[in-house]
């Protein structure tokens, strides 16, 4: 009786092992905490397991976009010791094509982001499925607090209309449809942000949803710098965030009328998008790009109470360390 008891024990400690083992492996994001980046890189790095192996294979648009310029040692500061002083907590500015620092405050400390988060959104969402894909709004993306396109339950629209509604309006609701019908439930879609996060080697951040309402997602300013170089490189992303208003008339949804809320689209030369985000604990952030003769910069202000103002100082000390005059009147 005590052998039969004695193996039963055994055989079940081994079954036990082996289900833990499946579980610590499956690549869940809801499990991973949000300190924990060697789990998602772990799964990411591993082409066998069946979680990537479904985001890899589901990949349908890929686009020309130079991978090299993504280390840290491609960084160098240029002009940053005359450096205008800030209200953000963290910010920096890069000439995108040189590598060029030109502006640099804790630029690898981690942070919350609030709704810069959908930069990532945009990225796997249109790496997934095409522009013309069509999306049945259900009751949970349609009840989505905060900021909102304004969908509603049983409507449909184009991926192409969520995105426009994602990163003009910054649409938590769009974020949410867009993750359901991309990847079939908002856990998987989260983790296919991870998964990318992993891929271009932002090592200091971390996606717990597709709209930036979590505050347990983080980043770094110079992570956003190589995150939103790449988004700016698919054409698609690059049209949607310089677009100041968008009409979407529908038979399948009512008329929405979208404007973009990215600060200084359409007052500083130059600027042609991309994201504005805000929570109470992430603050007021601001992504933005911008080409002046030639030089085309990107930059990030995190935790911030006046975002605008910040990034006018960072531009015209960026272009100015460039070379480039830039004439405007924000600043009077």
């Known amino acids: 009786m005590k052998k039969s008891k004695l193996l039963i024990f055994i055989l ?36 066998e397991n069946t979680a990537y ?27 940053t010791s005359s450096q205008p002083e800030i209200a953000g907590e963290a910010g920096v500015l890069v000439e995108i094509n ?51 396109m304004g969908i509603s339950e049983t409507e449909v ?7 426009y509604g994602l990163m003009m309006n910054s649409g938590n609701d769009a974020a949410y449809a867009t993750a359901k019908g991309v990847a079939g439930n ?13 891929e271009l080697g932002l090592a200091n951040t971390y996606f717990a949803d597709p709209s930036g309402l979590n505050d347990t997602t983080y980043s770094t300013p110079l992570d956003l710098v190589k995150l939103s170089r790449y988004a700016m490189k698919n054409p698609k992303i690059k049209n949607i965030v310089k677009t100041v208003i968008k009409e979407l008339p529908g038979e399948e949804h009512k008329y929405i009328a979208l404007e973009n809320q990215t600060n200084l689209l359409t007052t500083y030369p130059g600027v042609a998008g991309i994201k504005t985000g805000y929570t109470e604990e992430a603050g007021l952030c601001l992504v933005t790009y911008a080409s002046n003769g030639g ?12 975002r605008k103002g910040d990034m006018i100082l960072m531009l015209d000390h960026g272009f100015r360390t460039l070379g480039v005059n830039v004439e405007h009147n924000l600043l009077e």
């Not at 479904?54 to 500061?77: C, G, H, M, Q, V």
């Not at 879609?189 to 996060?197: H, S």
């Not at 030089?295 to 006046?306: A, N």
């Open 186 to 198: 908002v856990e998987r879609f989260v983790q296919w942000m991870n998964f990318k996060a992993s």
């Open 98 to 148: 040189s590598g060029k620092v030109l502006f640099s405050k804790e630029i690898n400390k981690r942070m919350k982001i609030a709704s810069l988060a959908k930069i990532m959104t945009a990225v796997v969402a249109l790496e997934h499925r095409s522009l013309d894909t069509r999306i049945y709004i259900e009751a949970e993306a349609a009840s989505v607090g905060e900021n909102s």
């Open 157 to 163: 629209y184009t991926l192409e209309e969520l995105m």
């Open 12 to 47: 079940f400690s081994v079954l036990g092992y082996g289900l833990f083992s499946l579980y610590k492996h499956s690549g869940s994001v809801k499990n991973v905490k949000a300190s924990d980046q060697s789990v998602v890189k772990l799964v990411a790095d591993d082409t």
């Open 295 to 306: 030089k085309e910069v990107i930059g990030v202000v995190l935790k911030s109470v006046d």
């Open 53 to 79: 192996k479904r985001y890899k294979d589901s990949i349908i648009n890929s686009y020309d976009a130079d991978l090299s310029w993504l280390s840290d040692k491609d960084f160098e500061e240029y002009g």
